[in-house]
């Protein structure tokens, strides 16, 4: 008997092929997305973390010699016995070809603290340590070689070859890595020539790309979710269309729960076959999408590679459970609907009851309730799970109620006839533009999240780095102070950490000068807010702070010295800790003898000053010109932008995909409806346009939809979940032509996916439009 | 024991083997010296480093007690492995990398620090006269190998110890040529079984005194592993009655096993395949830290018991290496180490 | 032509010559399938039928009634004849021209009704002359009185009755004033008395606008209502 069925089967599958591609499609793209994203997102982070790397040397505590001279091998051996753990860095210009110059830094990958050499582990591979790395832009001659981590404009090399490629003996500096071993000695005691020096720019932007790629996991959350609801789609249709087999199979005598068996089991193996195509098709989607990147498939047995992007278990492992599991949680439905109904049944009719309606409004008034009460990072993201999937369940009524508003504007018959059959297909439709809907809104989301991100980050840079110049002042600037003339103006910066209402933090001294009360807008604050901090008795405090503590303006804080009242609240977009502002005076009483670690200098002429600054005796790497650091943290968002364009074709070419499913499951049903038109003198291109028309209206009316969805979901990304993981609230800003944009290319993928079905319309013989009209001949 | 640490090893001689292939490690040691049974072991010039030969390694572990009797032990070892068989420029050394690894192990801690060096500038390296080898402010010294002292930190530990022989040196094997395989392969390999211990051990609470006993290994060789096997377990045995036994197993398609059988006076005996039996107790999941360890020949039957199961050493190529007791006909503590199993962490 | 005395001529040509015939089928044949392995279904078929004449198509089962039908309304081509409506020959036009042929002149009425599910019964009733530009609101009104269809109209077709879908099948090819008004069993679906009446509706309004009726019946009671009848048997025009 098992023989016989699978011999049905089979021949139903033989039979209709294009829905078999159709789920085996469906599957696999569902699946190329979940595994697509990630690849993106890790090479997202790839990206973030080579951006971030170029800051790396430069952000941790280093050595250098008082006198800004060259360290010796000598010196670091020295340390080295001496049970201070130190690694040497080398930095200068280098020509990898003629035409083309990168700053080439050499590291000792043996000593060199994790993330700094670009393979995770040095001693996998000695050969490569004799390599030049260049970022994967520049081409690679030989004795060099392209890797993914090197950032923009830099090279790494071992220390030896860079000192060859310099033509040096020494280095520039010595990175303590942390952690030093128990009982360390003080390096100064062990070699007393050296100062220990901070970075001269604090401008990491560790703390906000992690911002970053926390909301690139939720938007790699919402697209499982969507891959979910593809393979939910496509399988059941998939099933609603052998129902007629199943009931006539049972009415043979087949045991229900033996064609259930079998229909699960094939239906498990055509998953299984399309997961895999679709992990490939992810990955292949992805190298597409993002050029330059080299996915390697070391990493498919679970080996860790650092950070060049690799094929991980997790990643193909989730795919495919996509595929399997969600095909077979989706089986189960219809094939219980089968099991309770008549053994013949007619089709279901679908109509968009109340129960939807009901539990969409629930979903939307849950993510609501968690969104406002919630308080945690997971409440966010079960307010953006329930957002995404009551919008989900209130896409058809919302298309319905758009199109009966509509109704009114149509002229003449058949434009009439277009909206009555858009609205009365509907239930057929609303899978493929809940798909849509879903694609959009996360797409409109993310968009938002990324632009708004970026332009924060840009503008909070242009705040913070509001100096022309940031020189770095081991010696407290003393030696500065005698090199500035009258055209400079010296901005110290000197801070104390403190634990300041139960937070830790650290008070900064910020002297009068117009570039605070200009550069430094406050979120909320008394009008006279910087006077009164002059004054001595305020404080502006941080949004982190403010978060955290609950307190806010008008409200009394314990200073070391006393009280202060805060009179207003600044942006500190990716601070771990909390901040205080206070006058000078005062932080000389909190802090006797805390003297500026670095020193901000306003002038017209930074290039000169720079220039004047070196001829003076300060060392180039402790000066740091403002346009370099703007240009290097925003070069971060150069990445950004890829990975967002990526993921919004990713997501789109899924939605169109479903839509074209949906078109081609309800082709021949669609046939009935159209041949009346036809008879009474529309001819078949004319039908076609109709059905293009039809598709485009409900992309477009499901785009409207998505827009408010999106916003929506941008929102509890910026400040449900980026307050909670971080403590700070990304201010929303508004792209409506990056909408208009999304929107466009949603409806274009409708439209696309359309074209094929309506071409197959326009060329269908006349006799099978009149064959549906008649059962003799 | 030249294959117990050569995957330790390929760490840092992988630069040939992936040049070459895993199967090339046993057989394409062209340019390396080889061991020679024709020439044995000599005192004082084999205490010096080989450069020649592509690995060798100073291997120190010390099963200690606190004042109060609380157990523990420490390791101390370091690694050098040659880049090159031949010299980098006219006149120099051939290029070496030098990896060091210190652990300190209780009944329910396992501290562990890794550090990496190359040659040629002084921060890693060995000498023969002094008795000295080092990496950063690791060291072990002595003015020959009868009276060391020995130093090592980690972020979460410290220790320092004196280390004074109570015995000779032995030469393992035929004169300090000991075989490996079936197949063949050997290094020469000596060791001081017979060092008093005492020093202070660092837990981050301040120093507090240890005494107990140590056991130093040298060891080099240029052929790693014969080409099936995949892993050994290797074990040094201070037996309460003076004598010292130090036995292995390296796991291929059929087992080798070897050690030497010390006594008080110093005088080693030779333990071939047949003389040893090995039996692990099971243990789910990771390697074995139950032993049951036989030498019909010299009635001794003894079951071997790691003091803290959980002694993973969490370096870039992990491997199992801790202090154990044993009981049976004969009681005493001693050192076992394990590698090439599935780590279940 | 067994009934001549019911034939008239409801329009003339401006130059007064000869009215065309309102439908005029010669030596039609058609046959389906690939041509080693034809079937032929219709064979040598040629009539005639005049503006305000009613003819009944019969014939068993896969006669080619429906065929024939089908090819007259310009759905489908013939292999070989000519069919000429109100005197222009429709086998020579091509897709446009066809649907611009059933879009003006010709209505169809099936036994599936065929109304526009999306579309209310006042919309559907409207609908082809709307879309041939004959809108005429007077006219349907007095359709959808005399089909028994006021109340109705915001209705859609799948909340009324099958005669009364059929009436407003009826209702929307009459209120295109067709030259030509095709059947196809469109009782099929309905009990007798329903049936009788829907024909009832069908014959009078034929005879008031002047149209011609063919009409594809197994039934023999409504075929005899028919002015004239043809046979078909086996594809070809034979006795009963």
């Known amino acids: 008997m098992i ?39 890790a090479e997202a982070r790839a990206g973030l973390e080579a951006a971030a790397r170029s800051a790396i040397a430069a952000e941790m505590p280093r050595l250098e010699r008082r006198d800004g001279g060259e360290i010796t091998v000598e010196d670091f051996v020295a340390l080295r016995r001496a049970g201070v753990l130190v690694a040497p860095v080398l930095s200068g210009p280098f020509q990898p070809r003629p035409g083309t110059t990168l700053t080439l830094t050499g590291i000792d990958p043996l000593t060199a603290p994790a993330g700094l050499w670009p393979q995770a582990d040095a001693t996998a591979d000695p050969a490569a340590a004799s390599r030049i790395f260049l970022p994967p832009d520049v081409a690679a001659g030989p004795g060099q070689a392209n890797h993914p981590a090197v950032p923009e404009g830099q090279a790494i090399a071992d220390i030896g070859i860079a000192q060859r490629e310099l033509g040096r003996d020494g280095f520039d500096a010595l990175i303590l890595t942390p952690p030093q071993p128990l009982g360390a000695p003080d390096p100064q005691a062990v070699l007393p020539g050296l100062v220990q020096v901070a970075a001269a720019a604090d401008t990491d932007p560790a703390d906000l790309t992690q911002s970053f790629r926390l909301n690139l996991t939720a938007f790699g959350a919402l ?185 009114p504007l149509a002229r003449g018959p058949v434009a009439q006839w277009t909206l009555a059959e858009t609205r009365a297909q509907i239930p057929q439709m609303s899978l493929a533009m809940t798909a849509l809907l879903m694609a959009l809104s996360a797409n409109i989301g993310v968009g938002t999240m990324v632009d708004s991100f970026r332009r924060s980050f840009s503008d909070f840079i242009d705040q913070r780095l509001a100096a022309e110049l940031y020189v ?182 899924v939605a169109g995909f479903a839509v074209l499913t949906s078109l081609l499951t309800i082709a021949d049903s669609r046939l009935p409806r159209l041949a009346p038109l036809w008879s009474m003198g529309l001819d078949r291109r004319h039908l076609a346009r109709l059905e293009l028309v039809r598709v485009t209206l409900s992309a477009a009316l499901t785009a409207m939809l998505a827009l408010p969805v999106g916003l929506a979901l941008c929102w509890l990304l910026l400040t449900v979940v980026n307050v909670e993981a971080f403590g700070w609230r990304l201010p929303f800003r508004a792209d409506p032509g990056a909408w208009l944009l999304l929107m466009g290319l949603g409806c274009l993928a409708a439209v696309l996916a359309a074209l094929w079905p309506a071409w197959r319309l326009s060329r269908i013989s006349p006799r099978a439009l009149s064959e549906v009209q008649s059962l003799d001949q | 024991m030249i294959n117990r640490r050569a995957l330790i090893l390929s760490a840092l001689a992988a630069s040939q083997a992936r040049a070459q292939g895993f199967a090339g490690l046993g057989t394409e040691s062209a340019g390396y010296a080889m061991p020679d049974p024709a020439r044995p072991i000599r005192f004082p010039q084999d205490h010096a480093p080989h450069p020649r030969y592509r690995i060798e390694w100073w291997y120190l572990t010390a099963p200690l007690s606190f004042e109060d009797g609380t157990e523990l032990g420490i390791q101390w070892t370091l690694f050098r492995s040659a880049l090159s068989p031949e010299p980098a420029g006219p006149g120099g050394a051939p290029p070496q990398a030098w990896l060091g690894h210190a652990a300190v192990t209780t009944a329910d801690l396992h501290v562990v620090s890794e550090r990496y060096a190359r040659g040629g500038t002084g921060q890693a390296g060995a000498t023969a006269a002094p008795f000295a080898a080092w990496i950063d402010e690791w060291q072990m010294q002595g003015a020959t190998p009868a009276d060391l002292t020995l130093s090592a930190a980690g972020p979460d530990f410290r220790y320092s110890l004196r280390l004074r022989a109570q015995g000779p040196l032995i030469r393992h094997g035929q004169g300090g040529y000991s075989v490996k395989s079936q197949a063949g392969q050997a290094s020469y390999y000596y060791s001081q079984p017979f ?78 395949d047949g003389d040893i039996l090995l039996d692990p107790a099971a243990r789910e999941g990771g390697p074995p830290t139950r032993w049951r360890l036989r030498l019909p020949g010299h009635d001794l039957d003894v079951t071997i018991t790691a003091l803290n199961p959980d002694a993973y050493m969490a370096t870039r190529i992990p491997y199992w290496e801790g202090p154990v007791a044993f009981e049976g006909t004969a009681h005493g503590r001693g050192y076992l180490e394990m590698t090439g199993y599935t780590n279940p962490r | 032509m067994n009934h001549p005395d019911r034939m008239r001529a409801a329009k003339t040509t401006p130059q007064g010559a000869a009215p065309p015939r309102a439908l005029q089928v010669e030596h039609l044949r058609k046959s389906y399938g690939r041509a080693d392995s034809a079937v032929p279904v219709l064979s040598d078929v040629s009539f005639t039928l005049d503006f305000g004449e009613t003819m009944a198509l019969t014939g068993e089962s896969g006669s080619g009634k429906t065929t024939l039908l089908h090819l007259v309304a310009g759905l489908d081509r013939p292999d070989a004849g000519q069919i000429r409506l109100v005197g222009q020959d429709i086998t020579g036009l091509g897709e446009r021209g066809l649907a611009r042929l059933r879009r003006h002149r010709l209505a169809l009425i099936f036994q599936q009704f065929n109304l526009i599910p999306s579309l209310s019964v006042a919309d559907n009733l409207s609908f082809h002359a709307r879309l041939a530009g004959r809108h005429d609101p007077a006219w349907i009104a007095a359709l959808t009185a005399r089909l028994g269809l006021s109340g109705l109209g915001a209705r859609l077709p799948d909340q009324i009755s099958g005669g009364q879908r059929q009436r407003v099948a009826i209702g929307r090819a009459m209120a295109l004033r067709p030259d030509l008004l095709l059947a196809d069993e469109p009782t099929g679906n309905l009990d007798e008395d329903t049936a009788q009446q829907v024909i009832a509706a069908m014959t009078g309004l034929v005879a008031e606008i002047g149209c011609a009726l063919l009409l594809v019946t197994h039934s023999e009671r409504i075929a005899a209502q028919m002015g004239r009848r043809l046979h078909l048997s086996h594809g070809r025009v034979g006795p009963r």
């Not at chain 1, 079960?382 to 896409?395: S, V």
């Open chain 1, 223 to 407: 697209c499982f979710i969507v891959g979910l609801f593809i393979v939910r789609a496509t399988v059941g249709l998939a099933m609603a269309q052998r129902r007629r087999t199943v009931g006539v199979l049972r009415a043979l005598g087949v045991p229900l729960r033996l064609v259930g068996a079998l229909m699960l089991a094939e239906l498990a193996l055509i998953a299984a076959c399309a997961g895999l195509l679709g992990v490939v098709l992810g990955y292949l989607l992805a190298t597409a999408l993002m050029p330059g990147v080299s996915l390697t498939l070391d990493g498919i047995y679970g080996a860790r590679i650092g950070s060049a992007v690799a094929l991980r278990p997790v990643w193909w492992l989730g795919g495919l459970a996509i595929a399997v599991l969600g095909t077979l949680a989706s089986a189960a439905g219809p094939l219980l609907r089968t099991a309770r109904g008549p053994v013949i049944a007619a089709p279901a009719r679908a109509r968009p009851g109340w129960l939807p309606v009901a539990a969409g409004l629930a979903l939307l008034a849950l993510s609501a309730a968690l969104a406002v009460l919630g308080g945690s990072l997971t409440a966010g993201f079960a307010a953006m799970a329930a957002l995404l999937l009551g919008a989900a369940a209130l896409t058809p009524s919302g298309l319905s109620l758009l199109l009966r508003a509509a109704a």
């Open chain 2, 195 to 272: 060092y008093d211990a005492a020093g202070t051990v660092d837990l981050g609470d301040g120093p507090r005194a240890v005494s107990g006993a140590g056991w130093l290994d040298r060891e080099w060789s240029s052929q790693p592993l014969a080409e099936d096997q995949s892993g050994w377990d290797w074990f040094s045995l201070n037996l309460d009655d003076g004598r010292r036994l130090m036995a292995f197993r390296l796991r291929g398609a059929q087992d080798y096993k070897s050690g030497t059988l010390i006594g008080a006076d110093g005088k080693a005996v030779p333990l071939g």
């Open chain 1, 472 to 653: 770095a002042t081991p010696d407290g600037g003393a030696a500065l102070s005698a090199l500035l003339g009258d055209d400079a103006r010296p901005l110290p910066i000197t801070w104390a950490d403190a634990e300041i209402a139960g937070q830790p933090s650290e008070i900064y001294a910020v002297v009068d000068d117009p570039t605070y009360r200009e550069d430094w807008p406050l979120l909320t604050g008394a009008p006279d807010a910087w006077d009164r901090l002059y004054a001595g008795r305020a404080t502006i405090i941080n949004e982190q702070l403010h978060y955290r503590s609950g307190l806010g303006p008008g409200d009394m804080v314990t200073l070391p010295d006393g009280p202060a009242e805060i009179v207003g609240i600044i942006a500190d977009y990716g601070n771990p800790l909390g901040k205080l502002l206070v006058s000078q005076p005062r932080l000389d009483r909190i802090a006797p003898g805390a003297v500026p670690a670095r020193i901000a200098i306003r002038t017209d002429r930074p290039q000169a000053l720079r220039d004047d600054l070196i001829a003076g005796g300060i060392p180039a790497d402790r000066i740091a010109l403002q346009a370099e650091l703007k240009s290097v943290s925003l070069r971060i968002f150069e990445r950004t932008f890829a990975v967002t364009a990526a993921l919004n074709t990713l997501t789109l070419a």
């Open chain 1, 3 to 41: 023989r016989a069925v699978l011999g049905v089967f089979w021949s139903h599958w033989r039979r209709n092929r294009v829905q078999l591609a159709t789920l085996v499609l469906g599957i696999a793209l569902a699946t190329a997305l979940w595994t697509g994203v990630q690849a993106i997102n």
